[in-house]
């Protein structure tokens, strides 16, 4: 406004006096500079305001760091469901696929120490493989070793900005095509860029050959529990399962106890107490999906059966209009994956049903969302 009424001034006169004219020149030059640092300022803010939020939160409350907006390498109780809360609806994943693509899985976590999931499995550098063909700068990548079949069609996945360094895909997929150069993978199938951090799409297919047996090695650390657990969760554990044959009834009985005995609920006060799972088997009996899902891997562990803990999406909502399926950051959800010998990996649902993501959303608001 001020360089407006600069440039359409009434002249006075001496406006043309030297002196005059290099004050108006001068007032135009700063205005010119203050528009241009607005615009700079603002686009840099834009790019960088997930750095900003992470290094402000440092700050205020560094036990608690969201790290990746909720998918960092620790998993630490409450992490989950601060995204659920953080405008719900916007849009975190954008796939597009002929089938619904459920459960993505963004990271997985094999070591429990009272509060917060860790992994000691640790990462391979992959490179791309030469008999598989890329499409443009993209790069196709075997995510697991064995033969697989490539026929599926492939799913492409987009993230948004704050899940920047995180590589989702599904428990089957036998190969990832992406721009980068190299890819970091985990012993659990864990998928991460090896240098700079991902923003560009990329592309999952295939159903990946049966999983090897577990090693010694694999199964101690699968089934391994805190030295410090409450030794009520494992006579729970033992209660539960006292009359089942096989591995698969542990997961029904485990499964169908949590659901019956416990209520879903966002609203819990409990997450840093100083055993939260004890308070949630035992007092509170309510939770969100972290309560539920690492209730389940502590139970199952105490019973024998290895497994671990998963977070990602649960995506089930598609839009019509643009074919096309949405994750929100309200469908953030944590889930288990045990080890059944003979048969493999499976995902494992212990929480009930109104926890679990559920697809909907009105044809007018499906609309809207395409045409934006």
């Given at each position: 406004?001020?360089?407006?009424?600069?440039?359409?001034?009434?002249?006075?006169?001496?406006?043309?006096?030297?002196?005059?004219r290099?004050?108006?020149?001068?007032?135009?030059?700063?205005?010119?500079?203050i528009?241009?640092?607005?615009?700079?300022?603002?686009?840099?803010?834009?790019?960088?305001?997930?750095?900003?939020?992470?290094?402000?939160?440092?700050?205020?409350?560094p036990?608690?760091?969201?790290?990746?907006?909720?998918?960092?390498?620790?998993?630490?109780?409450?992490?989950?469901?601060?995204?659920?809360?953080?405008?719900?609806?916007?849009?975190?994943?954008?796939?597009?696929?002929?089938?619904?693509?459920?459960?993505?899985?963004?990271?997985?976590?094999?070591?429990?120490?009272?509060?917060?999931?860790?992994?000691?499995?640790?990462?391979?550098?992959?490179?791309?493989?030469?008999?598989?063909?890329?499409?443009?700068?993209?790069?196709?990548?075997?995510?697991?070793?064995?033969?697989?079949?490539?026929n599926?069609?492939?799913?492409?996945?987009?993230?948004?900005?704050?899940?920047?360094?995180?590589?989702?895909?599904?428990?089957?997929?036998?190969?990832?095509?992406?721009?980068?150069?190299?890819l970091?993978?985990?012993?659990h199938?864990?998928?991460?860029?090896?240098?700079?951090?991902s923003?560009?799409?990329?592309q999952?297919?295939?159903?990946?050959?049966?999983?090897?047996?577990?090693?010694?090695?694999?199964?101690?650390?699968?089934?391994?529990?805190?030295?410090?657990?409450?030794?009520?969760?494992?006579?729970?554990?033992?209660?539960?399962?006292?009359?089942?044959?096989?591995?698969?009834?542990?997961?029904?009985?485990?499964?169908s106890?949590?659901?019956?005995?416990?209520?879903?609920?966002?609203?819990?006060?409990?997450?840093?107490?100083?055993?939260?799972?004890?308070?949630?088997?035992?007092?509170?009996?309510?939770?969100?999906?972290?309560?539920?899902?690492?209730?389940?891997?502590?139970?199952?562990?105490c019973?024998?059966?290895?497994?671990?803990?998963?977070?990602?999406?649960?995506?089930?909502?598609?839009?019509?209009?643009?074919?096309?399926?949405?994750?929100?950051?309200?469908?953030?959800?944590?889930?288990?994956?045990?080890?059944?010998?003979?048969?493999?990996?499976?995902?494992?649902?212990?929480?009930?049903?109104?926890?679990?993501?559920?697809?909907?959303?009105?044809?007018?608001?499906q609309?809207?969302?395409?045409?934006?």
């Amino acid at each position: 406004i001020s360089l407006y009424f600069l440039l359409h001034a009434p002249v006075r006169a001496d406006a043309q006096h030297p002196a005059s004219r290099a004050r108006r020149n001068a007032y135009i030059a700063l205005f010119a500079f203050i528009l241009f640092s607005g615009w700079g300022s603002g686009t840099l803010v834009y790019r960088h305001g997930t750095d900003l939020d992470l290094l402000i939160a440092n700050m205020v409350q560094p036990p608690y760091t969201p790290s990746s907006a909720g998918f960092s390498n620790s998993g630490r109780l409450g992490r989950l469901s601060s995204r659920k809360g953080m405008n719900e609806n916007a849009i975190a994943l954008h796939i597009v696929s002929n089938d619904a693509p459920t459960y993505l899985r963004g990271k997985a976590f094999d070591q429990f120490a009272g509060r917060e999931w860790t992994t000691i499995a640790s990462s391979t550098t992959t490179k791309p493989a030469d008999d598989l063909q890329s499409a443009p700068n993209m790069h196709w990548f075997p995510l697991l070793p064995g033969d697989a079949d490539l026929n599926a069609d492939p799913m492409s996945i987009e993230a948004d900005k704050s899940l920047r360094g995180t590589i989702f895909t599904c428990l089957e997929t036998a190969r990832i095509a992406a721009s980068e150069s190299e890819l970091k993978i985990d012993a659990h199938a864990i998928v991460e860029p090896a240098q700079l951090p991902s923003e560009s799409p990329y592309q999952i297919t295939g159903i990946a050959s049966p999983d090897a047996p577990l090693t010694d090695a694999e199964r101690k650390a699968l089934t391994a529990i805190p030295e410090t657990i409450d030794p009520r969760i494992p006579t729970l554990a033992q209660d539960i399962t006292r009359n089942c044959r096989n591995d698969i009834e542990k997961l029904n009985a485990v499964t169908s106890y949590l659901r019956n005995t416990c209520t879903y609920s966002l609203d819990v006060s409990f997450d840093i107490a100083n055993d939260p799972i004890a308070t949630f088997l035992f007092e509170a009996r309510k939770g969100h999906c972290e309560f539920f899902a690492t209730a389940a891997a502590l139970l199952l562990r105490c019973a024998g059966v290895p497994c671990r803990y998963v977070t990602g999406f649960v995506s089930g909502e598609r839009n019509e209009y643009g074919n096309y399926w949405v994750a929100r950051n309200k469908d953030a959800h944590a889930w288990v994956e045990a080890y059944i010998e003979g048969q493999g990996w499976r995902t494992i649902e212990a929480t009930p049903s109104t926890g679990v993501p559920q697809g909907e959303r009105p044809k007018t608001a499906q609309l809207w969302e395409y045409i934006v």
